[in-house]
């Protein structure tokens, strides 16, 4: 474990940021559109949900990435 | 609302479950004389041959599920001719030490390290290089915890899916009452918004029963992976297996039910220059195995974030060696896996829909 | 790394119970549910569209209705106005068969009265003459002689009585 640990959980960090960040936009976005359109809400969330899975999607990469490392 | 009844009586289960696990580590805990997460955490998340419930590990209480074995014809037995066989020691050169255990009556000849079975070699040793053995290894068809967790999923589904069939088989199309009053709306949901939303109107009936197979597949794995005891717990929709086979079959769908249009913008994409199109048929031929590959990845690591996150939160008491820490990591625990519920559905919901958009991209026609 | 690698086993056992699952539910779960919600959709579709119809059919008949009760209405009316009118004309008529009825009674009684009274007259000359005549007869069987003399005298004299 060792160093590679800390690497490895530095790693999922940094993913982490970069979705936090991705879903966040998505997420403030798809408000802000149910707020200007509450009659979308429906359509709006499901498309939200969507984007904020991919995004988790790239970032879960980089866990798993990170997890690799951790197991080196 | 009968629905929110349901999903409080789980909560009370889960909660009740999770102070079981807390519990039950505790005692772990107590036994062993250092306490390495890390090690826990692992073990928890892959598969074994036995189905760990409480005590410590190997010689607690735990259900010895069968090892079927093809070497040479099939052998079958019990896991615990591993787990109450014989503890043995390696030492290598480096002074690096590795424990496995070898298996006495029926499973004489083999040995167990990391959950993985090995043949013993000539002098009855498993011959470590690297940090792994480098025996020689039987087809192993056990009966795993995952396994079994599989067929209890399983069977669960095809309880609770045919008796609400055999609801409607009894009364007719009419308003649904009971289980059927619970599942329909879900059925509903997938077969419109789902399946309808993403595939042509007149095609998308050829595979709703393969996405309501897959949704509830997911779902139920994925809720029976949140409940600390047996028969849950195992980490089953959050092992790499399952979702590559999952993910495997959207890919065959797709790709055989891929149309002229959807092949065109393979191989030759309209409205591009032709060094373009050139360029673009190795990509494109990548991104059909990368979109499944997303599928498998996001749920594979979704689901074993999720029990990574609540061992590590309730692990927060062993590693500080407080009771104390409790009043932390205990509600933390519970907001997490409160939080895995909706999880639990939407990756289910999410595999299910972005299947569907990918089968409803291969069969849409050209609308020129 | 076995974390991300597939299991051999497991893999085989999810190909098994997966598509032993999904066959057995296709066949036995999703095929009736989807069947029995698919003809109840259908069933509450038509059921709607069969209200509607019936709500419009509704429209018309009570319009029908509308109307037939405004004709018959008009129709009372009519009726009654016509009655009314044949009543006064029943009632004006039988009071000017009454007047002329009246009328013709008092006319004819007068009639009868004046031709009475002339017959009375006339019996009454008749008799005045006769009357006179005997009068005379025996004034004159007593005074004259020449019976032709004397009655052309008491004729002069007859005629000479005005009785009005």
Redesign the interface.
């Known amino acids: 474990m060792g160093i590679f640990g800390s690497i490895a959980a530095l790693g999922a960090g940094i993913a982490v940021l970069g979705a936090g960040l991705g879903i966040g936009r998505v997420g403030g976005s798809a408000v802000e559109g149910i707020a200007r359109n509450p009659e979308a809400a429906s359509k709006i969330q499901t498309a939200m949900i969507i984007a904020a899975a991919l995004i988790e999607g790239v970032a879960l990469f980089g866990v798993v990435v990170a997890l690799l490392g951790a197991k080196a | 609302m009968p629905q929110i009844g349901k999903l409080s009586s789980l909560l009370q289960v889960i909660v009740l479950a999770l102070s079981f696990t807390v519990f039950q580590a505790s005692a772990y805990a107590s036994e062993e004389k250092s306490f390495n997460v890390n090690e826990m955490i692992m073990h928890h998340i892959k598969d074994a041959h036995e189905w760990h419930i409480t005590g410590p590990e190997h010689g607690g209480v735990s259900v010895y599920l069968p090892v079927i074995l093809h070497d040479n014809g099939f052998k079958v037995f019990s896991s615990k001719y591993f787990y109450h066989g014989k503890e043995t020691e390696v030492k290598l050169n480096d002074s690096t030490t590795y424990h496995y255990l070898e298996g006495v009556g029926p499973a004489k000849g083999y040995g167990l390290y990391h959950e993985e079975i090995y043949k013993l070699n000539h002098e009855g040793k498993l011959h470590f290089q690297g940090d792994h053995p480098h025996n020689a290894t039987p087809t192993d068809l056990s009966i795993t915890k995952n396994v079994a967790s599989l067929i209890i999923g399983s069977l669960l589904i095809l309880i609770i899916m045919l008796s609400v069939a055999r609801f409607y088989r009894k009364n007719g199309a009419v308003a649904p009452k009971g289980i059927a009053k619970f599942f329909e709306p879900i059925i509903v949901m997938v077969r419109d918004d789902i399946a309808k939303a993403n595939i042509d109107h007149h095609k998308y009936q050829k595979y709703v029963p393969y996405l309501l197979t897959i949704f509830f597949f997911i779902w139920i794995n994925n809720m029976l992976g949140l409940i600390p005891i047996i028969p849950g717990g195992a980490n089953l929709t959050g092992n790499i297996t399952i979702t590559f086979f999952l993910a495997f079959c959207t890919l065959l769908v797709t790709v055989f039910s891929g149309n002229k249009n959807y092949w065109g913008h393979i191989f030759w994409m309209p409205g591009i220059p032709v060094a373009m199109k050139i360029f673009m048929i190795p990509i494109e031929l990548i991104g059909i195995i990368t979109k499944p590959f997303a599928l498998m990845v996001r749920l594979f690591a979704n689901i074993t974030a999720g029990h990574i996150i609540v061992l590590a939160l309730i692990s927060i008491i062993f590693i500080n060696k407080n009771y104390a820490w409790a009043g932390l990591s205990v509600p933390m625990a519970l907001f997490i896996s409160v939080l895995e519920i909706l999880v639990a559905f939407l990756q289910g919901f999410l595999f299910a829909m972005l299947s569907s958009l990918f089968i409803g991209a291969a069969v849409e026609e050209a609308h020129h | 790394?076995?974390?991300?690698?597939?299991?051999?086993?497991?893999?085989?056992?999810?190909?098994l119970?997966?598509s032993?699952?999904?066959i057995?539910?296709?066949k036995?779960?999703?095929?009736?549910?989807?069947?029995?919600?698919n003809?109840?959709e259908q069933?509450i579709a038509e059921a709607l569209a069969l209200a509607e119809k019936t709500k419009a059919e509704m429209q018309a008949l009570k319009a029908e209705n509308d109307q037939i009760l405004k004709t018959a209405r008009a129709e009372r009316d009519q009726i009654l106005k016509e009655a009314k009118e044949a009543a006064n004309a029943m009632v004006e008529e039988a009071k000017s068969k009454a007047k002329d009825e009246a009328t013709k009674i008092v006319e004819s009684a007068r009639q009868n009265i004046s031709s009475e009274k002339a017959a009375a007259m006339a019996d009454l000359k008749n008799h005045v003459a006769t009357l006179s005549l005997e009068i005379a007869e025996k004034v004159i069987r007593q005074e004259l002689t020449a019976d032709d003399k004397q009655k052309a005298l008491a004729d002069q004299f007859a005629s000479e009585i005005k009785l009005n």
């Open positions: 790394m076995d974390l991300i690698l597939p299991d051999f086993g497991l893999l085989v056992w999810t190909g119970v997966f032993l699952l999904f057995l539910l296709a036995f779960a999703w095929k009736p549910i989807l069947n029995a919600v003809a109840r069933k």
